[in-house]
């Protein structure tokens, strides 16, 4: 018979009998998880800031179109 044709054994398919494998996905998930919280919490800070920067430059051009424009800007 030929090898390739032949069935692999339930030894070869099965999961490992001490959880290695288990455990070392775990980790990674882990990993992982804390790795996406963490870039969360930095884009969360960012969108803030910007936010913030928004709001002063607004601040901004408006005193400059009531002093150099004539008057109350259009929007305010």
Do not use: H
Not at 18 to 34: E, F, N, P, R, V
């Amino acid at each position: 018979m030929n090898d390739m044709t032949q069935t692999p054994s339930l030894a070869a398919v099965s999961p490992t009998r001490d959880g290695y494998l288990t455990s070392a996905l775990d980790w990674q998930k882990t990993l992982i998880d804390a790795c996406v919280r963490a870039q969360r919490s930095q884009y969360q800070i960012f969108a803030a800031w910007e936010k913030a920067l928004a709001t002063i430059n607004q601040e901004v051009w408006d005193q400059w179109a009531c002093r150099f424009g004539g008057g109350v800007p259009l929007d305010g």
